[in-house]
């Protein structure tokens, strides 16, 4: 798939998956959903929700995972938060320009785009937090988010192939 095809699913994922609502009752239910999801595939992964203000609403760590991987969780939430747009996007859109978070000024120790940060929205648009995943292969960390929303919210969307080279 073309990059720029890349990019419109990652856009049209982004409409589809929106909250209705979105407050510490519904981080908890998504947040179970999103471990029951790791601990039944038994994926050595690192979950968060977080609120648009960076606080955490819900964390889980599987065995197999590390510090480090806070630390990535941290570094995709800060990219989400200042581009308000996926992590992947933000990774898609950087190398159809050839660029990195360098030339927007960003410290890459603070800010990384890679797959696993994705935007909670309210249906008018609103960013109010940001869904996190840490431990796969980036296209990966991004597909299980996609697929945690998808069921979360009962939509259907479309799925990038996590085979891509991108």
Known sequence: MELQ???GLLMEQEKSLRFSRFDANTAWALGKLMAEKV???GLALSVALRSATGHTLFQFSADGTARNNQNWM???LNAVLLMEKSSL????D???????????GLDPREYVFCGGGFPIRLTGGELVGVALASGLPHLEDHAFLVDCLSEFLGVRTMRLDTDEDI
Do not use: F, I, S, T
Request: hydrophobic content about 30%; overall charge positive; aromatic content about 4%.
């Open 94 to 104: 950087a190398k159809l320009k050839g660029e990195g978070v360098e030339r927007h």
């Open 89 to 92: 996007a933000c990774y898609v």
């Open 74 to 76: 941290n570094r995709k």
């Open 5 to 7: 095809q890349v990019r």
């Open 39 to 41: 601990l039944g595939r």
